[in-house]
């Protein structure tokens, strides 16, 4: 059964600063992993979906990375702005073959003080 | 860009009432699925399909069934509300891409409040 954790539950850092938010996962046979963004009261927003065969994927200050031999993904966020401030969630789908359904961890809330 | 539409925002329902759910998609997408999410139990998948009039249980169908009748449009039934129904439910879609995956495009959700 694939389980996904992402720690901190929550995590609050001044403006500007970079930041890293980690997800990780117990069943390394996966071929992508999916990082959203979620914003209160609202759907989840997909981020980046780094493929396993490329281990990294940027989108402007957003990078993210995965590890599948250590079952892990670190996002990235440079030069943190308040507007950053979300839950993040990451996904990756289940490990039978040709799985359409994903798995999500519970998020780390992210909040970025002006 | 894709849009997931759900069509209600907040609903409130009494106890016993059949409610439906309503998403449609504009991207010709194959996947839609029906999550909801609750505080401290995250996401939780409830139906996926695949296809018209295909369906496959989640990991919490008990109390709801779906419908699709159109590629576009992915309904959710909730057959008698209880209030342990009280929740955010999220709708999204994807193309099917045999376990690639395409990215999940997520509607605003509908917060359904069973009294």
């Known amino acids: 059964k694939q389980e996904v954790t992402q720690i901190p539950a929550a995590l609050s850092v001044p403006e500007g600063e970079n930041l890293v938010l980690n997800c990780s996962f117990t069943?390394?046979?996966?071929?992508?992993l999916q990082w959203f963004r979620q914003d209160p009261g609202k759907g989840l927003t997909s981020l980046l979906l780094i493929q396993s065969s490329q281990r990294e994927q940027t989108s402007g200050r957003l990078n993210a990375s995965l590890d599948k031999s250590s079952g892990r993904s670190t996002l990235y966020i440079a030069a943190s702005q308040p507007g950053d401030s979300a839950t993040y969630l990451c996904a990756v789908p289940l490990p039978q073959g040709g799985s359409e359904k994903l798995v999500f961890g519970k998020g780390t809330k992210l909040t970025v003080n002006p | 860009d894709v849009k997931v539409t759900q069509s209600s925002r907040y609903l409130v329902k009494r106890t016993g009432e059949k409610v439906f759910l309503e998403c449609v998609q504009d991207m010709d997408h194959e996947n839609m699925f029906w999550y909801r999410q609750d505080p401290g139990l995250g996401l939780r998948l409830i139906y996926f399909s695949y296809d018209v009039k295909m369906k496959e249980k989640g990991d919490i169908p008990e109390g709801y069934s779906v419908s699709r009748e159109k590629k576009e449009r992915f309904s959710l039934i909730l057959e008698s509300a209880s209030t342990n129904q009280t929740s955010m439910y999220l709708c999204?879609?994807?193309?099917?891409?045999?376990?690639?995956?395409?990215?999940?495009?997520f509607g605003n959700g509908t917060r359904l409040t069973v009294t």
């Open positions: 069943d390394s046979a996966i071929y992508n």
């Open positions: 999204a879609s994807s193309l099917r891409t045999g376990g690639y995956n395409s990215p999940l495009h």
